[in-house]
């Protein structure tokens, strides 16, 4: 167990529909990332959260959001799904000091299919 | 922009044969460089990672990762695998300063059959 909790597991939706992906870090840890994992293109960095503030943004569509709340947890929201999206959306999370030994801790992913 | 290149897709081996995974990355700077195992149905776990120092890095269950600087590679190695090594590896990079992202590759499927 990394201590990195997401919800939901798998998250099964229609085209055009939005939904919302919750992510919890480990305690203590201030950054959270978001990686996207599909079978043609790997595991693609998404962005990154640090104490609440957007820090670094990665292949991100404009249909997807997210933010980093007081609690530290973070929320991925994607809307106007495309059968494209579906994939398994992975939560990571690192140490205060804030990433810059690179280590993540990941969560089990939330696994999204659009039907 | 870094990117990182695993060359094997899928690899098949039987057990007690050696493993050598590839990966190699283009980075114009000092880097940090992991690999990452993912388990069927579980979450991506470190296996091993690089900053500095001696290149010949040693992780978890016997694995083994050599940094060669000039030729840009970081490939893992393990001398004799097991069925439970089956799992998808992933080779990563970040910038060795500053707060970066990981950057993975797209990962090699390996299977260990009997």
């Known amino acids: 167990d990394s201590g990195v909790t997401q919800t939901p597991k798998h998250l099964i939706t229609a085209t055009g529909q939005r939904v919302t992906l919750r992510c919890s870090p480990r305690s203590g840890d201030l950054s959270v990332y978001w990686y996207q994992q599909s079978l043609d293109q790997g595991l693609q960095f998404l962005i990154q959260?640090?104490?609440?503030?957007?820090?670094a943004k990665g292949n991100i569509l404009e249909r997807f959001s997210a933010q980093q709340f007081p609690d530290l947890h973070s929320e991925l929201n994607l809307s106007s799904l495309e059968l494209g999206d579906s994939a398994l959306y992975f939560c990571?999370?690192?140490?205060?000091?804030?990433?810059?030994?690179?280590?993540?801790?990941f969560g089990e992913g939330s696994r999204l299919t659009v039907l | 922009a870094q990117s990182v290149s695993q060359h094997n897709h899928h690899v098949i081996l039987s057990e007690a044969a050696s493993l050598e995974l590839g990966c190699n990355y283009s980075y114009g700077g000092t880097v940090n460089l992991f690999w990452y195992v993912q388990y069927p149905g579980q979450h991506l776990q470190l296996l091993l990672k690089?900053?500095?120092?001696?290149?010949l890095v040693k992780g978890i269950k016997g694995f083994e990762a050599e940094f060669i600087k000039s030729k840009f590679s970081f490939n893992l190695r393990k001398p004799s695998v097991q069925w439970s090594d089956t799992a998808e590896y992933f080779c990563a990079v970040n910038a060795h300063s500053g707060n970066t992202p990981l950057v993975f590759g797209k990962g090699t499927r390996l299977s260990v059959i009997a």
């Open positions: 959260y640090y104490n609440g503030e957007e820090r």
């Open positions: 990571a999370s690192t140490g205060k000091d804030g990433g810059a030994t690179g280590e993540l801790f």
């Open positions: 690089y900053f500095s120092g001696d290149p």
